[in-house]
């Protein structure tokens, strides 16, 4: 079974703070990603990263970062956290392409609350 | 650019009646298109994807390339099939784009 974990089910945090959200995956998949979950707008692309230190900006890439030193860890980064960015975090692992095509696996997300 | 939608924000339906959750999508190459679930309180996770032609949980789903359409049915709705449902399609460049979601309520 594929597990992807995330460092917190509940973070609260203060505006201005910088906010680490962290992602770790035990199957050895190359690519990994970041997604923000909200009512009304489905899950939104933030980050995504297909080998280690590499990341590409996904449709929402302002006001996060990310770093992905080791193969199995994706962090998310909020530098200045602001109440806008009250949200559910999800991470994701996926497996290479084949016969059956991509699949995606995440993780159980991070309720994140600005204040 | 690579765009999907849901038009159902909202979808109620009676347990044993059919359900069709809709799905358009946007892309000038030849997508990969996928349904994912997140039950209550579980996370999200892969239904089916057209590639694999499968049928999961008795849902279905056809590749309309004429229509562009990626519509989830099943003939017989059942109570656990409750959830929230998302379109999802991949692109050349691994990123995957995300409906906004469809939220299914089979009452019984």
């Known amino acids: 079974d594929v597990k992807v974990t995330q460092s917190s089910r509940y973070l609260v945090k203060r505006t201005g703070e910088k906010v680490f959200l962290e992602c770790v995956q035990d199957?050895?998949?190359?690519?990994m990603f970041w997604y923000r979950q909200d009512p009304g707008l489905g899950l939104r692309l933030i980050y995504f990263?297909?080998?280690?230190?590499?990341?590409e900006k996904g449709d929402i890439p302002e006001g996060y970062s990310v770093s992905r030193e080791k193969k199995e860890r994706f962090s998310l980064i909020l530098e200045s956290a602001s109440t806008n960015q009250t949200s559910m975090y999800l991470c994701?692992?996926?497996?290479?392409?084949?016969?059956?095509?991509?699949?995606?696996?995440f993780g159980p997300g991070t309720r994140l609350t600005v204040t | 650019a690579q765009r999907v939608t849901q038009p159902e924000k909202l979808l109620s339906v009676f347990k044993g009646a059919p359900v069709e959750l809709k799905c358009n999508y946007s892309?000038?190459?030849?997508?990969?298109l996928f349904w994912y679930v997140q039950y209550s309180r579980q996370r999200l996770q892969l239904l089916l994807r057209?590639?694999s032609r499968e049928s999961i949980k008795g849902f279905t789903a056809d590749l309309n390339k004429g229509e562009t359409s990626f519509h989830l049915k099943k003939p017989f709705a059942q109570e656990e099939d409750s959830a929230m449902y998302y379109c999802?399609?991949?692109?050349?460049?691994?990123?995957?784009?995300f409906g906004k979601g469809t939220l299914l309520t089979v009452n019984p």
């Open positions: 994701a692992s996926e497996t290479g392409g084949g016969p059956t095509g991509y699949e995606q696996y």
């Open positions: 199957m050895d998949h190359e690519n």
């Open positions: 990263s297909y080998d280690v230190k590499m990341k």
């Open positions: 892309y000038s190459g030849s997508p990969e």
């Open positions: 057209h590639i």
């Open positions: 999802a399609l991949e692109g050349s460049n691994y990123k995957l784009t």
